[in-house]
């Protein structure tokens, strides 16, 4: 076997000075087998070959990524400290790959060793530190911070089981422990010399299997850091995502454990152990709302004492943090930063009020990621008096100001005194946390222009009259890095061909596709192959669907007001005509829906065992069958978007227009030449501003028709005027889609009905069949869909997380690139 050499150029970017990959007795790959798993190279399992190939790009990088870390701190570099609950990182290996631009390396190495590369990779879980576009949004600014080379640090926490593994039994989902560390990370490096203490005002016991908090006996846990490289595109900064993992400063109680009490022995380490266990807890009981508040406490406390402690080794006047972090909360779940900050420049630095005051609102910037009321989290008083009573106490004199400043210039007007205040007051008081971080930041933004201005419009009207300099808009993005170039390497090979290579860093390079689109030979060659999904759809999960039929996505959480019912109702619709009139000529079509319900959601769970039972009952009729098929694809994850997003001819982003903040999967579907069948809502409406709305098939009220008729909106008016509403309707009643349990699906329709039904799904309907209708007859040219989807292409410039980061950085961190030499 021949070895393969990293070449000249490779070992003076990376430092790794002069070794070989592979093929040789002391290459990296052959030592990480021998000398980490003692194991003859040549009886080595798939798993063991991914870990050390893993091992052997960290062991090329980790110079970089030492050097980096070096290269800010001598150059005392402001940086970006972005605090996240999740991050969706999907696999590692080919990413880290591509982005050190190893790709031919690795190539010739994958050939001198015979190894199967696809099986190789599938032995790398998707990493359980995320759910939904808030943790990949997450992991795209990651990315693009990297390789902006701007100086940062992504803080979450290092889940041991991630959120949940989904599985579909008899139509059901069901949540499994994704037990995605069971095997060694080996991207990780924990640092427990670098670990941090976070004290509570409680404790915990063990009390019927339960851990109960015991008030007035302080205890404090530790927070280990789980280090993450994050590599910029062409490896020149490697940044870190830096994850908490909790700990005690002892393991157990071994005076309570002599005494024979085993398990009470290790209540402090099962109190840690549960607090980085999983991605968002039940939070339909007390227990799990109580461990989602103390996991923020924890990720905020952590990462705070993480960043001071690294402030101070630069400089030892506290003014200067405004200038040396920019700390960006991702959501509501670290808004706790606020008054943790205030408790770390009071009781530790000995500032006064207005100075703490002055650099916490400076060094703090909040990105609000809803409209939705029961999403902006409000936590009760009484869990602050018990675990972070001083914290408190500062939330309580933020207020007492606040109010003050409310009351002087608006004298009289209490209602919005109580709008406007931090506490929530009722027969359970609660902290309004979407306040406190409004207030304790210098900027707010949106992720969509549509969902900015609704947030100074409703949702935050009295703070954004109160701070309206503080509000602003940066709409979301998604890093072409991985889902184009990685995830569609036919169309990026095309692209970079007609236009060059400028495109991977400079997304809007995309724009000089366009006269492309009427040329007949491109339009051949951006000409979606929808073989191979459909060949690892058939190996992998065992359900065939037919390449040429169209391929219509709709992939999102799972909730009402992304509106699966919707699109399963357009189902329906075509199911009903097909029985009804079995001459009548369609193309074929192949839906698609993905994504995990909240184990609590009981109405989203009914929905996936409908839409599976809708899927099972089309396979059944033999009048349907073979013009149309319903695949739920379960356990979404960034490697199954890798796939599906690529093949699909058609992105469905259907949300009740005013609900949804941004999206971000309409950004990949856009990008990779899906057409979108949409409502006007997100950042759906930037796409077809920038592609224009002849490229789009947009149906539906706008988020203003919405408001002004949700008073009198009955969606009964739809069922009594509109036969195919009605008929399909009246079939779920009958129990067609489920035999032998007629009034399963009753829930369902009568949501749809009653109650005034807030996400207006049957307003929508006929819209929908109609842009429907429209989308069916471009697909019969297909010529015109194809040049369609290559101006859809060429339009996505905008929508790079590398432009959105771009604007962070400008606009709200003054923070300013730091190359590494």
């Known amino acids: 076997m021949s070895r393969v050499v990293l070449a000249p150029d490779v070992v003076e970017q990376y430092g790794c000075g002069p070794a070989a990959l592979t093929g040789v007795e002391h290459a990296l790959y052959e030592r990480h087998l021998l000398f980490d ?185 530790l927070g280990i850091p789980y280090d993450r490289p994050v590599i910029g595109f062409g490896g020149r900064n490697i940044n870190t995502l830096r994850l908490w993992v909790a700990g005690t400063p002892d393991d157990f109680d071994f005076q309570q454990f002599s005494r024979g009490d085993f398990v009470g022995a290790l209540t402090e380490t099962l109190a840690a152990e549960s607090l980085t266990r999983v991605l968002y807890p039940d939070d339909s009981t007390t227990q799990g709302r109580g461990l989602r508040f103390l996991q923020e406490y924890f ?25 040396q972090a920019a700390i960006q909360l991702n959501d509501t779940h670290p808004a706790l930063a606020v008054p943790e900050l205030m408790r770390l420049l009071l009781d530790e630095a000995g500032l006064g009020w207005d100075e703490a005051w002055d650099l916490t609102r400076r060094t703090l910037g909040y990105t609000n990621h809803t409209l939705l009321p029961e999403a902006l989290e409000k936590w009760p008083l009484e869990w602050f008096e018990l675990m972070l009573p001083r914290q408190l106490e500062i939330v309580f004199e933020i207020n007492r100001r ?117 040329d007949p030979a491109s339009r051949v060659a ?86 599976n039972n809708l899927a099972a009952t089309i396979d059944a009729d033999p009048d349907v069958r073979g013009r149309l098929k319903v695949v739920f694809l379960p356990d979404y994850s960034v490697s199954l978007a890798e796939r599906l997003i690529p093949a699909s001819d058609v992105s469905n982003q259907i949300s009740t227009a005013g609900y949804e903040a941004s999206g971000t999967s309409n950004m990949k579907f856009m990008m990779n030449g899906a057409l979108t069948i949409g409502t006007r809502d997100g950042a759906t409406i930037e796409m077809a501003e920038e592609a224009g709305e002849e490229n789009f098939f947009l149906f539906g009220l706008t988020a203003a028709q919405v408001a002004s008729s949700r008073s009198w909106y009955d969606p009964r008016w739809h069922y009594d005027r509109e036969p195919e509403t009605r008929a399909a309707l009246d079939l779920i009643a009958s129990g067609h889609f489920s035999q032998g349990e007629p009034d399963l699906f009753r829930p369902l329709r009568d949501g749809l009905l009653l109650h005034g039904e807030p996400y207006m799904h049957l307003a929508d309907l006929g819209s929908y069949l109609e842009a429907d209708r429209r989308l069916a007859e471009l697909w019969s040219r297909p010529e015109e869909w194809v040049r369609k989807a290559i101006l859809n292409v060429a339009a996505s410039g905008k929508f790079s997380s590398d432009r959105a980061i771009a604007e962070y950085a400008a606009e709200i961190w003054n923070v300013r690139p730091c190359p590494v030499p």
């Open 526 to 611: 951006l000409r979606k192959s929808k073989a191979h999904f459909a060949a690892w759809l058939a190996e992998r999960q065992g359900v065939t669907v037919d390449p040429d039929s169209i391929f219509d996505s709709h992939v999102k959480r799972i909730h009402e007001y992304k509106r699966q019912v919707l699109n399963a109702l357009r189902i329906i619709v075509l199911y009903n005509r097909l029985r009804e009139h079995p001459g009548l000529e369609i193309a074929p079509r192949t839906f698609f829906f993905a994504g995990k319900a909240a184990p609590a959601y009981h109405t989203a769970k009914l929905n996936i065992k409908f839409i």
């Open 402 to 518: 606040l109010l003050d400043d409310v009351r002087a210039r608006f004298p009289g007007d209490e209602g919005r005194v109580q709008r406007v205040s931090l506490v929530e007051e009722g027969g359970s008081k609660q902290v309004r946390m979407a306040h406190l971080a409004v207030v304790g930041s210098h900027s707010t933004n949106g992720v969509a222009a549509i969902h900015s201005a609704l947030l100074r419009a409703t949702t935050l009207r009295d703070l954004a009259e109160m701070f309206p300099e503080r509000f602003g808009n940066k709409t979301n993005g998604v890093t072409p890095r991985r889902w184009m170039r990685l995830a569609n390497p036919p169309l990026a090979r095309v692209i970079t061909s007609a236009i060059g290579e400028g495109w991977i860093t400079d997304l809007p390079q995309l724009r000089k596709l366009a006269p492309l689109a009427d």
């Open 37 to 221: 798993d003692v194991i003859d190279p040549a009886a080595a399992t798939p798993r063991q070959r991914f870990e050390a190939f893993a091992r052997s790009l960290r062991d090329i990088l980790s110079q970089r990524w030492v050097r980096t870390e070096k290269t800010y701190e001598e150059k005392n570099a402001k940086r970006v400290y972005y605090l996240s609950m999740e991050y969706l990182i999907g696999r590692a290996l080919a990413n880290n790959i591509a982005s050190l631009l190893l790709d031919p390396l690795v190539a010739d190495a994958v050939s001198e060793l015979g190894l199967d590369w696809s099986a190789l990779r599938e032995e790398e879980p998707d990493a359980g530190l995320g759910n939904g576009g808030l943790g990949r949004l997450a992991a795209c600014f990651m990315d693009s911070m990297a390789t902006e080379q701007l100086p940062a640090i992504g803080y979450g926490l290092c889940y041991q089981y991630g959120m949940f593994k989904q599985t579909i039994r008899d139509g059901w989902q069901l949540e499994q422990a994704d037990n995605w560390m069971r095997r060694p990370d080996p991207w990780g490096v924990m640092r427990p010399e670098d670990a941090v203490e976070v004290r509570l005002a409680c404790s915990f016991e063990l009390r019927g299997g339960e851990l109960n908090p015991v008030s007035g006996r302080p205890s404090k846990f």
């Open 299 to 323: 990720l905020v406390a952590s990462s705070l004492a993480d960043l001071v402690r690294r402030f101070r080794r630069g400089t030892a006047d506290w003014r200067a943090l405004p200038d």
